[in-house]
């Protein structure tokens, strides 16, 4: 059975009831909708960091999780069976991507010297296990904010050490995404913001971040790096205002500081809710301005106030980002759907891993299905065209084609009635539209 107890899991489609498995009841990898193969579509990624590093702790209490390879004691060592432990989780889930930060896969030396010869030594094994599998790196990244030393920020850091050592650590990360043929760079900024005002030059702290990311640009093309480049908005936690806010704060600042051509976004669900929008708001925001690169799948607790980064079950915000991707073409030019998501704290056995996993995957796998059915029928498409159809001719299309001024609105305006313009209103039917979604899940998923 391999280094995990658990067989390959299959797609076993609804034969085996409602009482879910160790099984797929809709994701199909194979299964062709809307044109393309649900995998091609979904291009589902692990993330290394949750999964085989996460003991799910929580600020309460300390970590449940039970590994097989926690027999593994010397930090090397654990290190480099976790890698043959990952890629049998990974063939056996049947997914074709995964993710990390530099951190998560091997152990930090004294010096970063020494940290980078263990690095070297576990992304061996790596390469070593990518060739054997076929699976394949959609994004990594580097860990600038869990070490002490970043206390204050990296980039953003008011001490110039920091910043020095975190361009060195970004240095070496790229060239890992090169030699394993990364498709995508991730800058999440964990610690890229400020606690309080009064001690904080934000405009400066904002160009040290800028120019960290122009380096990083710079030598991808040095050494020959051509994956996309993507920052992963997030509103606050650990600080209380991070600088990549959500998706709009990020597109602000990318084109503050001249990276607009460079960088697209990697977006994440529970991140959205913490800046205050639906997932479908930042995918929407990103889709309609060319900068959706990839997503990372989770969701949060609508009750606790911070980030869970609990595996996604809402087949409702499932349906709503997958609309989003058709309506794109894809996710983005190289991006997946990563898992950045841990089970529960209760949900501590080896085997929830898989558990987990799998009703993530089966919960966009069904957001597909229903998201292609309404874009077969053209459902939302119309629903649009109707609502600003006044656009399309009259004095929309004047004001849409720009040959309108204030003076000729006020000509067409003056003498109307308010009658007339109560008549140029009518009645989105919002409750109505909430109800053909709903069927448009229930019925799809019958049809599954």
């Not at 790196?137 to 204050?152: D, E, H, I, K």
């Not at 936690?237 to 704060?249: G, K, L, N, V």
Request: aromatic fraction near 12%.
């Amino acid at each position: 059975m391999g280094l995990w107890d658990i067989d390959k899991i299959e797609y076993v489609g609804r034969k085996g009831g409602a009482k879910e498995g160790l099984g797929f009841r809709y994701y199909d990898a194979d299964k062709v909708v809307a044109g393309k193969k649900m995998k091609d579509w979904l291009r589902f990624a692990v993330a290394y960091w949750h999964t085989f590093d996460q003991r799910l702790v929580d600020p309460f209490g300390d970590g449940t999780a039970e590994r097989p390879y926690d027999k593994y004691t010397n930090p090397m060592d654990l290190a480099l069976a976790k890698v043959d432990y990952a890629f049998e989780f990974y063939t056996k889930l049947g997914v074709e991507y995964f993710c990390f930060h530099d951190r998560d896969i091997a152990p930090e030396g004294d010096t970063l010297r020494e940290t980078n010869a263990n690095l070297d030594k576990v992304v061996d094994k790596i390469e070593e296990n990518m060739k054997s599998t076929g699976v394949k790196l959609l994004w990594n990244t580097q860990n600038l904010f869990t070490n002490p030393r970043f206390v204050s920020g990296a980039a953003t850091s008011p001490f110039a050490d920091i910043f020095a050592y975190s361009g060195a650590q970004v240095k070496k990360s790229l060239e890992i995404a090169k030699r394993l043929g990364a498709e995508n760079y991730v800058f999440w900024g964990g610690r890229e913001g400020y606690e309080n005002l009064w001690n904080t030059q934000m405009h400066r702290e904002q160009a040290h971040m800028a120019k960290l990311f122009h380096l990083a640009a710079d030598y991808a093309k040095e050494i020959g790096f051509e994956g996309q480049f993507l920052i992963e908005p997030k509103p606050k936690e650990p600080t209380s205002h991070q600088y990549d806010f959500d998706a709009a704060a990020a597109l602000a600042f990318l084109k503050t500081f001249d990276l607009d051509d460079v960088f697209k976004l990697n977006l994440e669900g529970n991140h959205a809710n913490l800046a205050g929008h639906s997932y479908q708001h930042e995918v929407r925001f990103a889709r309609e301005n060319g900068i959706l690169g990839s997503l990372d799948a989770n969701q949060g607790d609508k009750l606790i106030g911070w980030d869970m980064d609990e595996f996604p079950s809402d087949l409702y915000d499932c349906v709503a980002v997958m609309w989003e991707v058709l309506a794109n073409g894809s996710i983005g030019p190289h991006g997946g759907l990563n898992f950045d998501a841990k089970p529960r704290r209760t949900s501590f056995a080896a085997d929830d891993l898989f558990r987990a996993h799998i009703v993530g995957m089966d919960s966009y796998a069904a957001g597909l299905l229903v998201a292609a059915k309404m874009h077969e029928d053209h459902y939302i498409e119309d629903l649009q065209a109707d609502r600003y159809s006044s656009y399309e001719s009259g004095i929309g299309k004047d004001i849409e084609d720009g040959n309108v001024t204030l003076a000729s609105l006020e000509e067409y305006s003056l003498d109307k009635t308010q009658a007339e313009l109560r008549a140029a209103t009518k009645s989105d039917h919002l409750e109505q539209v909430k109800a053909t979604i709903n069927n448009y899940i229930v019925d799809a998923l019958a049809e599954a």
